[in-house]
């Protein structure tokens, strides 16, 4: 499989560690963290053609894959 853009540890590169502490402490965090991991690899394969969509599903994911970034950086400060 192709890489997978946008990944959290990507994203926030600097921030690792406090990711980690995050997850492990923060059951929000956890959650929310799992959410955008999930919708991240749904977005890589409508994105590959593994499970087509039409362009409006995929904008929608991405809106809300946005979303859930802007929460976990609001946790990481």
Do not use: C, Q, W
Request: no cysteine.
């Amino acid at each position: 499989m192709s890489h997978v853009a946008h990944e959290l540890h990507e994203e926030f590169p600097e921030k690792a560690e406090a990711i980690h502490a995050l997850k492990a402490g923060n059951a929000h965090f956890a959650r929310i963290a799992e959410e955008y991991h999930t919708l991240n690899r749904s977005i890589h394969r409508m994105e590959t053609n593994v499970e087509p969509v039409d362009d409006a599903t995929l904008e929608d994911a991405k809106k809300k894959r946005l979303a859930l970034k802007d929460e976990i950086a609001g946790f990481l400060g």
